[in-house]
């Protein structure tokens, strides 16, 4: 199960950190990542990071102000969004896959997200 937190209501400019608790275990071989899905639109992939390395990988739309992290004591992964604008208003989701993908349809787990609304 995994469990999103720190959504909310910001300003243009402003930072949030969102947190995704995973119950149960994460095997070295996973890969956990954020999406996001805006009124209207597609989900999209936002940043990964493999659970039993430090890489990362970014959408180059966020890539520069979003950072991906993960804290493996507390079997949990963060997202560090910056400098946030109108277009990043999304509902959240965290994920988890079975190898580094951009594509949703390689992620077999999902929380139930989280509201993120930026204002201008």
């Known amino acids: 199960q995994l469990v999103e937190s720190g959504g909310g209501l910001v300003q243009a400019g402003d930072s949030l950190r969102l947190s995704c608790k995973i119950s149960?275990?994460?095997?070295?071989?996973?890969?956990m990542a954020w999406f996001r899905r805006a009124p209207g639109k597609e989900r999209e992939f936002v940043a990964g990071?493999?659970?039993?390395?430090?890489?990362?990988f970014y959408s180059d739309s966020v890539k520069g102000r979003f950072t991906i992290s993960k804290e493996k004591a507390e079997n949990m992964v963060s997202l560090q969004m910056n400098n946030l604008k109108p277009e990043d208003t999304a509902v959240y989701s965290c994920?988890?896959?079975?190898?580094?993908?951009?594509?949703?349809?390689?992620?077999?787990?999902w929380g139930q997200g989280t509201q993120v609304t930026v204002s201008s």
């Open positions: 149960g275990r994460a095997f070295t071989s996973h890969v």
């Open positions: 990071i493999r659970w039993s390395r430090d890489s990362t």
């Open positions: 994920a988890i896959g079975t190898g580094p993908s951009f594509r949703t349809g390689d992620y077999f787990r």
